[in-house]
């Protein structure tokens, strides 16, 4: 190797990878479509086709971007995880989200899950307990054109009771029994997803909904959420 001016030259750097440009992405989440959640039974055109348009990559850390439509869940920060791709599928799909809408999210996360929802419902309203994640979430979301989702830095325990009630509930992690203030902010006739359980234990999806005579279960998937945090 030729040096110039009598110096040694500086070790060489491991090279960057190369940015993933959006063409390969937007293939990358027709697959996801195809071979993770239509192959595992989600047959929702309405869920199939805001999966297939959402940019999942835009929520999760640059370095993971190539990883964005994988089927697993992806590290984004302070302990949290993005959920993978079924997982939001099924919840959305059972969930049954329609086009009047207003939805409450606990567990924003990394926005993606509310993203997926604001292309199908009215009006989202989501708390994060994680202020950082919370302002990041916000700021994607808008740069990303979602104006219909309000975001707030809270205790989801809490709900949003001033913005109550509301038609759908989507819980994103895991307390050990359902909060009765997000029961008490779902309008009579009103569904929630929500997983129960302790991490270590086992946890349950749940399908609830409200009716005259009080709220009704159903058990519809085991999973592993992150435990819902109290605030202080």
Known sequence: MLTLGG????????????????????????????DQIVARGITDPRVLEVMARVPRHEFIPMERRGEAYDDWPLPIGYGQ??????????????????????????GTGSGYQAAVLADLVAEVYTVEIVEP??????????????????????DGYQGWPE????????VTCAPEDVPKALVDQ?????????????????QELYLLWKTPTGMKRQAVL???FVPMVKGR
């Not at 070790?11 to 989440?29: I, Q, Y």
């Not at 994640?133 to 809270?154: C, I, M, P, S, T």
Request: aromatic share 4%; net charge positive; proline share 12%.
């Open 133 to 154: 994640l919370a302002k990041r979430a916000e700021a994607d979301l808008k740069r990303l054109g979602y104006a219909n989702v309000k975001v707030r830095a809270g």
């Open 7 to 34: 110096c040694n030259p500086e070790p060489a750097r491991p090279a960057s990878p190369p940015p993933v440009v959006e063409p390969v992405l937007a293939e990358a989440r027709m697959h996801m479509v195809r």
């Open 81 to 106: 995880t993005i959920s993978q791709p079924y997982i939001v599928a099924f919840m959305t799909a059972v969930l049954n989200p329609r086009a009047g809408d207003r939805v409450l999210e606990i």
């Open 222 to 224: 085991p999973v592993r």
């Open 163 to 170: 913005a109550a009630p509301f038609d759908a509930i989507i």
């Open 186 to 202: 779902l309008k009579e006739g009103g569904r929630m997803i929500i997983p129960v359980g302790s991490q270590w234990g086992g």
